[in-house]
């Protein structure tokens, strides 16, 4: 089956890092960090282009205690939990992921991702960008890279990337703050959750920062040296005053505007609530969002941590659970409104943990095979890409670097993993170099 026709988006010079007018709009510092890049990148898979949610699990989630279980291990490789059987015969998954078995035909399971990076910081930067750390020069991840080179569309307000909360480890690197993403803050499972740097400062009235405006387009027009960066300095404070004054972005971000039964669809807690507020985002035109999921470095107590969440808990509240009913929700309303097709969901953290427990009832650092899902984009569902050995130690067939993962999400994406980005020194650099792009997630490949 011939790999889907990727349109490649025109060259760009990215822009570097852009000094700021000093006011009193409190949303400056991070709104001057919006993308504003701007290229011609189009899905050539689909009549319209195609978001992206990364669930960035951030730590190293345990393969086999999610995606790739070992029932016939040994007890110290096999861990603490059961496996159960998914809507798809033969695929089998942990036993504490109900919900996510109950979808398994929307999902793509790879089981043979392998890096040779066990750091945090060192792993973070191969799968988020497709390049292994350099210290001579800062990749962008792939969200920073994904969101600047898509066509922003006409009278489009709300930021190309936003990150919820934080971004993490995904950064824009050599693309400078343009390309940095808004950061929500806060928690969203919190009654009084409101998304910062969207209020004017107080005692600033939209009338005053008008005025401001004015003002710094009046300096500008008589300076003519550095005429640029005044005007780009002008493009990200007219861009902060516009999301701040807008009632479309505020209505985007409000999570109140959901009803009581879907928020509980997706649970109580920060990241089902996060979860929510990407599809809001996605629905409302954002291209990118990352919703960042810590706490996954289980080194110790796997059941605690991934089961019950606190000492006594007669129900499971820990990731596994949070994680199960978030991820399900997200998917099945994606689904039912009719915007998983154009929006690729992707599930991955920067490693998988060691294939026996220790002494600690936990699993260490394990970069040599780790797990990652993919649902939507035309993404062919209920299969498996791969596999690792009887032990969950090394992969077994059909081995997956980040690199080709990367590409992959680019293609899926409508970019062309091979289209080039200009280094601040002038060198060119690729999206990502040696990687092959997963045949079998493209759409028309065929699933289970």
């Known amino acids: 089956m011939p790999a889907p026709r990727v349109i490649s988006p025109v060259p760009v010079r990215l822009p570097t890092r852009r000094s700021s007018l000093q006011c009193g709009l409190s949303a400056l510092s991070a709104f001057a960090g919006l993308p504003v890049i701007r290229a011609a990148a189009r899905s050539a898979t689909a009549a319209q282009p195609r978001s992206c949610i990364l669930l960035w699990l951030d730590g190293g989630p345990s393969h086999l205690e999610m995606f790739d279980p070992k029932p016939t291990a040994p007890a110290e490789v096999r861990g603490p939990f059961d496996t159960i059987e998914t809507s798809v015969p033969g695929i089998h998954i942990c036993s504490e992921l109900p919900r996510t078995a109950a979808i398994t035909q929307n999902l793509a399971i790879i089981r043979s991702l392998t890096s040779p990076l066990g750091e945090h910081g060192l792993a973070n930067t191969y799968v988020l960008t497709g390049y292994h750390p350099s210290p001579v020069l800062q990749y962008p991840s792939l969200p920073a890279v994904a969101a600047s080179l898509r066509a922003m569309a006409p009278q489009q307000v709300l930021p190309q990337w936003v990150a919820i909360p934080e971004a993490g480890s995904a950064g824009a690197g050599f693309l400078g703050a343009a390309a940095q993403p808004f950061a929500t803050g806060g928690d969203p499972a919190q009654p009084d959750f409101k998304v910062r740097d969207l209020d004017l400062f107080p005692g600033i009235d939209r009338t005053r920062m008008q005025r401001r405006m004015q003002y710094l387009e009046a300096w500008n027009r008589n300076r003519i040296r550095a005429a640029d960066q005044q005007a780009a300095a002008a493009d990200q404070l ?23 039964g879907q928020r509980q669809a997706y649970g109580p807690r920060m990241f089902g609530q996060s979860c929510l507020l990407a599809r809001r985002l996605v629905q409302h035109g954002v291209p990118f969002v990352t919703v960042n999921f810590t706490g996954w470095d289980t080194h110790e107590n796997l059941v605690l941590q991934l089961r019950d969440g606190y000492s006594g808990a007669k129900q499971g509240v820990g990731l596994l659970p949070t994680f199960d009913q978030a991820f399900a929700a997200l998917i099945s309303d994606l689904q039912q409104s009719g915007l998983l097709e154009q929006t690729l969901v992707v599930a991955v953290g920067e490693f998988g943990r060691t294939p026996k427990l220790n002494v600690r009832g936990g699993r260490d650092h394990w970069p040599r095979v780790f797990s990652a899902v993919l649902a939507g984009a035309g993404v062919p569902g209920g299969q498996v890409i791969g596999s690792s050995d009887r032990t969950g130690e090394s992969p077994q067939d059909q081995p997956v670097t980040p690199r080709d993962l990367v590409a992959t999400i680019y293609t899926l994406l409508g970019l062309d993993p091979g289209h080039v980005l200009t280094a601040p020194d002038g060198r060119p650099i690729p999206l990502v170099q040696d990687a092959r792009p997963i045949v079998q997630l493209l759409p028309g490949a065929g699933g289970a």
Do not use: P
């Open 238 to 260: 007219q861009t902060a005053l516009q999301m701040a004054s807008s009632d479309s972005v505020r209505t985007a971000f409000d999570l109140q505007q959901e009803s009581a």
